[in-house]
C-alpha cells in the first residue's frame, strides 16, 4: 500500500467521524456514548471508500454507498428505526456537502484553489486542502450545536422498540419523508455534479441544489420538533 492511500484512508476515517458527529449533534444524539460503534462504523466507511474510489475506480457512487452503510450502521449498531437513521444521516450529509460547497467557493476565490484538479479527484495539495478544511469546518459546526445546545430533539433516544413501526407518509412525518427524498436525491447526484465542476456553471448550480436541499430538510425538522 503507497502512503497516498494511507493518507487517503486515515483522512476518510477522519471525514466519515465528522458526518456523524454532525449529524448526532443536529439531533441532540449522544456521540461519544456510541463511541465503539462510531469508531467501527467510520474505519467500514473509509475501506469502502477506499475501495470505491481506488480499487474498483466508480467515485460517482460512493456517497451513495456511503449513505446506505451509514444508515444499515445506525439501524444495526446503535438501534435506531429505518426512518430515524435515513433522516439523521440524510441531514448531517446535507450539512456536510452545504459546508464543503462553501469551503470550494471560499478557496476558490482566495486563489487556493485549483478548482479543475480539485474536481477531478485527483490526489495533490487542492484536494487535501479542501478535503481537510471541509472536515475542521464540520467538526467546529458540530460543536456549535452541542455548546449551544442546538438541535432537534424529537427523535427518542435508542435503542428504539422495532416492533414499533414509524409511520412514514402518514401523520406528522408525511411532509418530513417528501424533503428526506429530495435530500437523497441530490446527494445521489452529488458526485455527478462534483465530477462536472470544471464547467464553471455547474458550481452555482450544485451550489443551490445543497442549499436548497439542506433548508428544506432542516426547516422540516424544524417544524416536526415543534409540533412534538
Same mark, same amino acid.
Given at each position: *500500500?503507497?502512503?497516498?492511500?494511507?493518507?487517503?484512508?486515515v483522512?476518510?476515517?477522519?471525514?466519515? !467521524? /465528522?458526518?456523524? %458527529?454532525?449529524?448526532?449533534?443536529?439531533?441532540? *444524539?449522544?456521540?461519544?456514548?456510541? +463511541? +465503539?460503534?462510531?469508531?467501527?462504523?467510520?474505519? =467500514?466507511?473509509?475501506?469502502? /471508500?477506499?475501495?470505491?474510489?481506488?480499487?474498483?475506480?466508480? @467515485?460517482?457512487?460512493?456517497?451513495?454507498? &456511503?449513505?446506505?452503510?451509514?444508515i444499515? %450502521?445506525?439501524?444495526?449498531?446503535i438501534?435506531?428505526?429505518?426512518?430515524?437513521?435515513?433522516l439523521?444521516?440524510?441531514?448531517?450529509l !446535507?450539512? #456536510?456537502? /452545504?459546508? &464543503? #460547497?462553501?469551503?470550494?467557493?471560499?478557496?476558490?476565490?482566495?486563489?487556493?484553489l485549483?478548482?479543475? %484538479?480539485?474536481?477531478?479527484g485527483i490526489?495533490g495539495f487542492?484536494? #487535501?486542502?479542501?478535503?481537510?478544511?471541509?472536515?475542521?469546518?464540520?467538526?467546529?459546526t458540530?460543536? !456549535?450545536?452541542?455548546? *449551544?445546545?442546538?438541535?432537534f430533539?424529537?427523535?427518542?433516544r @435508542?435503542?428504539?422498540?422495532?416492533?414499533? +413501526?414509524s @409511520?412514514i407518509?402518514?401523520? +406528522?412525518?408525511?411532509?418530513l419523508?417528501l424533503?428526506?427524498v429530495?435530500g437523497i436525491?441530490?446527494?445521489?447526484?452529488? %458526485?455527478?455534479? !462534483?465530477?462536472? *465542476?470544471?464547467?464553471?456553471?455547474?458550481? @452555482?448550480?450544485?451550489l443551490?441544489?445543497?442549499?436548497?436541499?439542506t433548508?428544506? =430538510?432542516?426547516y422540516?425538522?424544524?417544524?416536526r420538533n415543534?409540533?412534538?
Amino acid at each position: *500500500m503507497k502512503l497516498g492511500d494511507l493518507v487517503f484512508i486515515v483522512l476518510s476515517i477522519f471525514d466519515a !467521524l /465528522s458526518v456523524l %458527529a454532525i449529524s448526532f449533534k443536529l439531533f441532540r *444524539m449522544p456521540f461519544l456514548e456510541y +463511541k +465503539k460503534q462510531i469508531i467501527i462504523t467510520s474505519i =467500514v466507511i473509509a475501506i469502502i /471508500s477506499f475501495l470505491n474510489r481506488v480499487i474498483f475506480d466508480i @467515485p460517482q457512487f460512493d456517497l451513495a454507498i &456511503q449513505l446506505i452503510i451509514y444508515i444499515v %450502521a445506525l439501524r444495526i449498531l446503535i438501534k435506531i428505526r429505518t426512518f430515524e437513521s435515513t433522516l439523521i444521516i440524510v441531514t448531517g450529509l !446535507l450539512v #456536510y456537502l /452545504s459546508i &464543503q #460547497y462553501f469551503i470550494y467557493f471560499i478557496l476558490m476565490v482566495t486563489g487556493l484553489l485549483d478548482y479543475a %484538479a480539485a474536481a477531478s479527484g485527483i490526489e495533490g495539495f487542492e484536494t #487535501y486542502v479542501l478535503w481537510i478544511g471541509t472536515i475542521l469546518a464540520v467538526y467546529f459546526t458540530a460543536w !456549535l450545536f452541542f455548546y *449551544m445546545n442546538l438541535g432537534f430533539a424529537f427523535i427518542v433516544r @435508542p435503542p428504539h422498540y422495532f416492533a414499533v +413501526k414509524s @409511520p412514514i407518509f402518514s401523520g +406528522k412525518n408525511r411532509v418530513l419523508a417528501l424533503g428526506l427524498v429530495g435530500g437523497i436525491v441530490f446527494i445521489c447526484i452529488n %458526485a455527478i455534479l !462534483l465530477f462536472h *465542476m470544471t464547467y464553471l456553471w455547474i458550481y @452555482p448550480l450544485a451550489l443551490v441544489f445543497s442549499l436548497v436541499s439542506t433548508g428544506g =430538510v432542516y426547516y422540516l425538522s424544524h417544524r416536526r420538533n415543534l409540533n412534538d
